[in-house]
């Protein structure tokens, strides 16, 4: 199992940023791919970004592309999310997630 511990969040003004972390931990050797997703209050969880453990490869969901960058450290079995420009519809819980594995999820909420 991988067990994940997300970071980071907090208030912002509309066009601020914020950075996000996911530590992994447990059987790290068997990850190949890291995702990010989130929920606003009353909305289905839906996909954020990824990006593969090996190569680095990000892909963004159409929502956040050119705002937001994933990233990972091999080394300290992290990804990242760095959020740019963020917008009041981007208020949500974020999660981390790997195959079935889920974080307790880290809120962030932008203000107007």
């Known amino acids: 199992q991988v067990q994940l511990v997300e970071s980071g969040g907090g208030l912002v003004q509309a066009g601020g940023s914020l950075r996000l972390s996911c530590a992994a931990s447990?059987?790290?050797?068997?990850?190949?791919?890291m995702k990010w997703f989130r929920q606003a209050p009353g909305k289905e969880r839906e996909f954020v970004a990824q990006?593969?453990?090996?190569?680095?490869?990000?892909y963004y969901a159409d929502s956040v592309k050119g705002r937001f960058t994933i990233s990972r450290d091999s080394a300290k079995n992290t990804v990242y999310l760095q959020m740019n420009s963020l917008k009041p519809e981007d208020t949500a819980v974020y999660y981390c997630?790997?195959?079935?594995?889920w974080g307790q999820g880290t809120q962030v909420t932008v203000s107007s």
């Open positions: 447990g059987r790290t050797f068997s990850i190949y791919v």
């Open positions: 990006i593969t453990w090996s190569g680095g490869i990000p």
């Open positions: 997630n790997f195959r079935e594995e």
